[in-house]
């Protein structure tokens, strides 16, 4: 099926972006053939949109593909996770309800660990001299409304004027009940500070819980600016490479959505990158019929577990970014700093970590040369043999062995006694334990077995690390892709145009309720209608689904209950209350018949976009044993003499006994001994592992 661009022409080639915090994937497909061409370059952290610019025209070239013949281009990225985390914000005001205007502070109360007192809580992303509170007030009990004042609203927006700010945040005590207020007060801004970002609560979250409610209204808002000159300079260059296809981009809930979407609400692309990772591993499970994963996923900075069960992922409503609770429906991935470029480092008791701080792309590891002093899991990996000591990104790389050794054995061997051999197999040891950690947290911690998922492994690191992670949670099978390295990319060419909508409304579930709820069911699912026209989806391409956050009366704390129907008339409030008590069950153990209560409606509308042809499982001629490599596994084995195979070589079929080692352009893969790996008919790696007794046991 061929795509056709906003000039009529005719436009066969797909196109997908991603920037991580090491290097950009880049991959481009045929839809008429399936024939892809990938690519990899460095990522520019200070201006990530030059890796965007010059990978496409990179790609472009290498393929020979005019950029008109570009149909559709999807971006993923961690700009707003970056600006958020190394505090590039733009400079925002809050307005509030009198007498919340400390709230961004005063937070839960909660320390952020329970243990230490002396644990510093994040700056929050607006200054206290720039949290604004206005004569607003909407009661829920009978008292007459205070409504905000016209000549305030006007004082206030000259007070910022004067004060140069680029974003305002504006989020009142009751708005997800009734938006009334805020819209009338966002009007008002929008005319007298027409070049200011506004982020208006009932717009970003129209959800009850006012600290999380006005910690994401204000991340909106700080991040608004930075976002939308981002995404500018993406069209602007898109356009200037040729291509006439608006991008796509990338967001938390594993949807695409439009530039211009994607500025009005940034914090909902705070996990865009690992999101994209999660949406292509589920694709390739879904391709080999593998109904249960967990997909993981090592890139320069870290390492992201996500669990997916029959083919869902896992999906959270809140998640923290950088100490800052933002609630957004998000893939519920967790992140922990284990990448390829963490550096060891030892604490002043002389004890050995690895991360979460990382060289990331500059200056990166110490064996790439660029100025990095501090020894890095990849400086380890190389040392150990698991790398290739000629080059990496098929000899585009250059790497230095021997200075990494020096890293190695000066931070790391000296000062605890070890050779260098013992320090770096050290590294790895400490790094899967965190990772160990990590998998362990979305699995085990929400009743879920690791022994009963299979494990895919991609990103630049994965395959590399994965067959020692997985025979220490007891996972005997591994799924390789055929482009780990660049799985994010591939990610962003399969994943839905998608939209969230909320609705937080308390209605005890009963039969005298029940045209009430079936109501709000209505208005969301008119929601997503008017989006469907918006987004130019044609009728009957787009579906919606439902889902009801529930609780027994009286607690604190929701469940989400997915309804599986298409239309809010299919729905009942018996099939509430079933549904409840089944997912009560199911994550506490027990369930009674106590007064439930529906606290936040959703529903998500999606359709999907092109279709990703399937390609071909070419194989390259010659011997898949291209050498041999001392590779270090253990300090009881020491060194083996261990075959390298060329991926590109090994046909489909064929099953590989480890050790080996198995090299492509974008990734490596290990495989120990006793375990072996087998080409699939797709194109992907099956790794089986040999377990361990303590994983078994």
């Not at 109360?109 to 720039?130: A, C, F, M």
């Not at 999380?212 to 300079?233: C, D, F, K, W």
């Not at 439902?546 to 129907?565: C, K, P, T, W």
Request: glycine share 10%; proline share 6%.
């Amino acid at each position: 099926m061929e795509s056709e661009s906003k000039t009529g022409i005719v436009a066969p080639y797909l196109l997908a972006i991603d920037v991580g915090g090491t290097h950009t994937d880049i991959e481009l497909v045929d839809v008429r053939s399936g024939r892809t061409f990938r690519h990899k370059i460095a990522s520019t952290p200070k201006t990530p949109a030059n890796a965007v610019r010059e990978g496409t025209r990179e790609i472009l070239a290498l393929a020979g593909v005019e950029p008109s013949e570009v149909g559709y281009f999807a971006h993923g990225m961690t700009v707003a996770t970056n600006a958020l985390v190394q505090g590039r914000l733009a400079k925002a005001a809050l307005l509030t309800t009198k007498g919340f205007r400390d709230i961004l502070e005063i937070r839960r109360q909660r320390q952020p660990h329970i243990y230490n007192t002396r644990v510093s809580k994040p700056l929050p992303p607006i200054e206290r001299n720039l949290r604004i509170e206005i004569d607003e007030r909407q009661f829920l009990f009978g008292i007459a409304d205070v409504t905000p004042d016209d000549a305030e609203i006007e004082e206030i927006a000259k007070h910022l004027r004067e004060s140069g700010v680029d974003a305002v945040a504006v989020c009142f005590m009751h708005s997800y009940r009734d938006p009334a207020h805020e819209r009338m007060v966002g009007d008002k801004l929008a005319g007298l500070l027409p070049d200011v970002f506004l982020s208006v609560s009932c717009d970003v979250m129209p959800e009850f819980r006012e600290y999380e409610r006005t910690s994401t209204t204000a991340i909106n808002a700080a991040l608004g600016p930075v976002m939308q000159r981002y995404l500018s300079s993406i069209e602007k260059d898109a356009a200037e490479n040729g291509i006439t296809v608006t991008p796509r981009i990338m967001q938390s809930n594993g949807g695409v959505t439009s530039p211009e979407e994607a500025g009005r609400v940034p914090v909902r692309t705070l996990a865009s990158g690992p999101a994209a990772g999660v949406i292509g591993a589920t694709e390739i499970a879904r391709k080999l019929g593998i109904e249960n994963i967990i997909s993981f996923d090592v890139g320069g900075t870290t390492a992201d577990v996500c669990l997916v069960e029959k083919y869902n992922p896992l999906v959270a409503v809140e998640r923290e970014f950088g100490g800052y609770p933002v609630r957004s429906s998000t893939i519920d991935s967790l992140s922990v700093g284990a990448g390829g470029g963490s550096i060891a480092w030892s604490d002043s008791g002389g004890f050995l970590h690895v991360g979460p701080q990382s060289a990331g792309a500059d200056p990166g590891p110490v064996c790439y040369g660029n100025g990095g002093t501090e020894p890095t899991v990849t400086d380890a990996n190389l040392v150990l043999g698991r790398l290739n000591p000629d080059g990496l990104l098929s000899g585009r790389l250059a790497v230095d062995v021997e200075a990494a050794r020096r890293a190695i054995e000066i931070k790391v061997g000296t000062p605890h006694g070890l050779s260098v051999e013992e320090a770096a197999a050290g590294i790895l040891t400490i790094l899967n334990e965190n990772m160990v950690q990590a998998v362990r947290v979305i699995s085990v911690e929400r009743g879920f077995d690791p022994r009963d998922f299979t494990l895919v492994a991609f990103g630049g690191g994965g395959p590399l690390l994965a067959g020692k992670l997985a025979r220490e949670l007891g996972i005997t099978r591994i799924v390789v892709p055929r482009s780990p390295g660049l799985l994010c990319a591939e990610g962003l060419l399969v994943a839905e145009t998608r939209a969230d909508f909320s609705l937080t409304r308390f209605t005890e579930i009963g039969a005298e309720t029940w045209p009430v709820v079936l109501d709000q069911l209505s208005q969301l699912q008119a929601a997503a209608a008017d989006w469907f026209v918006k987004e130019d989806i044609p009728a009957g391409a787009g579906s919606t689904d439902f889902a009801v956050d529930m609780r027994y009366r009286g607690q604190s704390h929701e469940l989400r209950v997915e309804l599986n129907i298409k239309d809010p008339g299919e729905a009942s409030a018996d099939m509430l209350r079933e549904r409840f008590l089944e997912e009560h069950r199911k994550a506490y153990g027990f369930a009674s018949d106590l007064p439930m209560e529906i606290v936040t409606i959703r529903s998500v509308a999606r359709a999907p976009n092109h279709p990703r042809p399937a390609e071909e499982a070419t194989v390259d001629a010659g011997d898949p044993i291209v050498g041999y490599r001392q590779v270090y596994f253990s300090s009881e084995k020491g060194y083996v003499t261990c075959p390298i195979y060329d991926r590109r070589r090994i046909a489909p079929g064929m099953v590989i006994l480890g050790p080996a080692i198995v090299e492509q352009m974008d990734s490596t893969t290990v495989v120990e001994p006793g375990d072996e790996i087998e080409s699939m008919q797709t194109g992907d790696l099956i790794q089986r592992i040999r377990p361990s007794p303590a994983a078994t046991g």
